[in-house]
Structures are given as structure tokens and as C-alpha cells.
């Protein structure tokens, strides 16, 4: 068995908690605090896994499209939820996110490059709200929310990494691996 075939896996079993708004996430304070939150939880992990994918299917400037569109719609999500906004639907925003981001991977949904980045920024909205309001109160809301960003980055980056890595019909089963544990979430 290639070593590519075990990335998506890998990196799923190192999470340090399975579910989204565990205990411990917060253990640290300002950017140390940002740079683990989204690694907290399953949801935000397999979300942010599969824009990277995805924006591989897309191939061209989807790439860094993608990626761009959903940091920076969540920078004004987390921005949202830092302030006390609530945004609505929010829970359920997240797990539709990872239900629809796997499906789309899974069915190597080729649609056009705005919709994409319309739809990547829309679900990324929903995981900023959660994570600004999950902001522990006794940071640095700016080194926070560097972190937060900066991982959240790099966890786009392990998605195109793991798109560029098992492609084909691997890559679209790593999507429904995706769309079944956004299934698993709504069902929780």
C-alpha cells in the first residue's frame, strides 16, 4: 500500500478530539489557543480538509481561491462571533458544511469558480462564528484569531496536499469518507 493513501486517515486519528467544542481545545492562551482550535474538533478539521480537495478537482485558480474565499469569510465570521453575534443556524451550518463539502468532493462536482468560492465562503462563515465565540476570554483576541486563520490555512493546505497525493477515485472516496462523518455529525 503507498504511503499517500494513508495522509487523509493519518491525519484524522491525530485529532485531538473527536467532536468540535471539546474540553481542552482552550488550554492555551492568544495564538498557541488559535492555532489548535480548529485541529479540536472533527467538524472544522474535515470541513477545512475538503476545500483544499475540492479546490484540487477544480483544478486552475481554485487552488488558492477556495482557500482564500473560506479565511477570509471566516475571519469575519470569527470577527461575528468574537462581538456576540449570533449568527443563526449555526450548528447546523457547520454539519451541513462537512455533509455538502464531502459530497462534493465525492461526486468531483465540477460547477464554476464564483459558486465555488461563494459556497467555500458561505460554510466558512458558520465555522468562524463558532470559532469567535468560543474565543476563551483571557487571550489576545488578535493573536487568536492569527492562529485560528494560520491553521486553518494549513489544514487547506493538507487538503490540496492530500487531493494532489489521491487522486482519482481514492480522492472521491476520501469525500464520502467526508460526507458520512458530516452525516454521522447531523445524526449526533
Do not use: C
Not at 491525519?11 to 479540536?40: C, D, Q, R
Not at 462571533?81 to 462537512?98: D, N
Amino acid at each position: 500500500m503507498k504511503i499517500r493513501y494513508l495522509i487523509a486517515p493519518a491525519m484524522v486519528l491525530f485529532v485531538s478530539n473527536a467532536w468540535a467544542h471539546g474540553e481542552g481545545a482552550h488550554s492555551h492562551t492568544g495564538l498557541m489557543a488559535g492555532l489548535a482550535h480548529p485541529f479540536g474538533g472533527l467538524d472544522h478539521l474535515l470541513a477545512m480538509l475538503a476545500v483544499g480537495m475540492w479546490a484540487v478537482q477544480l483544478g486552475g485558480r481554485a487552488w488558492w481561491i477556495l482557500p482564500a474565499a473560506f479565511v477570509g469569510s471566516m475571519a469575519m465570521g470569527s470577527l461575528l462571533g468574537a462581538t456576540g453575534v449570533l449568527v443563526p443556524a449555526m450548528e447546523s451550518g457547520i454539519v451541513i458544511s462537512v455533509l455538502a463539502l464531502g459530497l462534493l468532493v465525492a461526486a468531483r462536482a465540477q460547477v464554476s469558480l464564483m459558486l465555488a468560492a461563494t459556497l467555500a465562503a458561505g460554510f466558512a462563515l458558520f465555522h468562524g462564528a463558532a470559532h469567535g465565540l468560543e474565543m476563551p476570554l483571557a487571550v489576545n483576541p488578535l493573536a487568536y484569531a492569527v492562529g485560528m486563520l494560520s491553521a486553518t490555512a494549513m489544514l487547506h493546505a493538507g487538503g490540496v496536499v492530500a487531493g494532489i497525493s489521491i487522486r482519482g477515485w481514492m480522492l472521491r472516496v476520501a469525500g464520502a469518507g467526508v460526507a458520512l462523518a458530516g452525516l454521522g455529525l447531523a445524526l449526533a
